[in-house]
């Protein structure tokens, strides 16, 4: 198994622009969720999601769209980029009842 | 509000002397905690969990909610302990995670 796997791994974009995060799983786990991390303030939720069309909310949410057509896949989207989005980004996943999360590699995003 | 402080953002120790960390947390409901490690160059990783009172590497961590503390703890730390620590609250389908500690073990 592959685990989860995010691409790409690193991204530089021009304020404005918009991408997409990509995030999968092969574990066929249930819940799926966004995170960034930022120099002293560890990591915060942006979207999660419990099962295939079904997505909610995290702490920052703002400025970042998510859907989830499948069990494997959790795109995050940034609808016009800005310097503020500039930071680390992880993907994980964990079965039903989430007792344990498993972490992708992480992408490291730059808006300039 | 939910939140977790972890107030050592750096930690050492020398091998062989115990290590703590501490994590303290807010959260009105019954919480559920965790500590996720990321080792230098590996993704972060679940370490332990209050609900299966488990000890992972030598570490140990005990929730006590009068002081609302889920500190982890080793009596002998190793020089492969030195990495990032996370702590973690599960409140509903939300993670709440704590700021880390960078605990370094000195030869």
């Known amino acids: ?58 702490e920052v949410p703002n400025g970042y769209n998510v859907s989830r057509s499948t069990t494997e896949d959790f795109p995050l989207r940034l609808l016009s980029a800005a310097p503020s989005q500039t930071s680390v980004y992880f993907c994980a996943s964990g079965r039903q009842g989430v007792r344990e999360q498993y972490f992708g590699p992480g992408t490291r995003l730059t808006v300039t | 509000a ?59 961590a005990d929730l006590n909610k009068g002081e609302t503390s889920f500190h982890l703890k080793k009596p002998f730390a190793q020089e492969e302990d030195s990495a990032m620590y996370y702590c973690a609250l599960k409140a509903g389908n939300q993670f709440y995670f704590g700021t880390g500690t960078s605990l370094t073990v000195i030869p």
């Open chain 2, 2 to 60: 939910q939140r977790v402080t972890q107030p050592e953002k750096l930690l050492s120790v020398f091998k062989g002397a115990p290590v703590e960390l501490k994590c303290n947390y807010s959260y009105s409901g019954s919480p559920e905690l965790f500590w996720y490690v990321q080792y230098s160059r590996q993704r972060l990783q679940l370490l332990l969990r209050h609900i299966s009172r488990e000890s992972i590497k030598g570490f140990t």
């Open chain 1, 1 to 58: 198994n592959a685990g989860v796997t995010q691409t790409p791994k690193f991204q530089v974009l021009k304020t404005g622009q918009s991408m997409t995060l990509q995030c999968a799983q092969d574990m066929n786990h249930e819940y799926m969720s966004w995170y960034r991390q930022d120099p002293g303030m560890g990591l915060r939720l942006i979207h999660y999601s419990v099962g295939a069309g079904i997505t909610d909310q995290g």
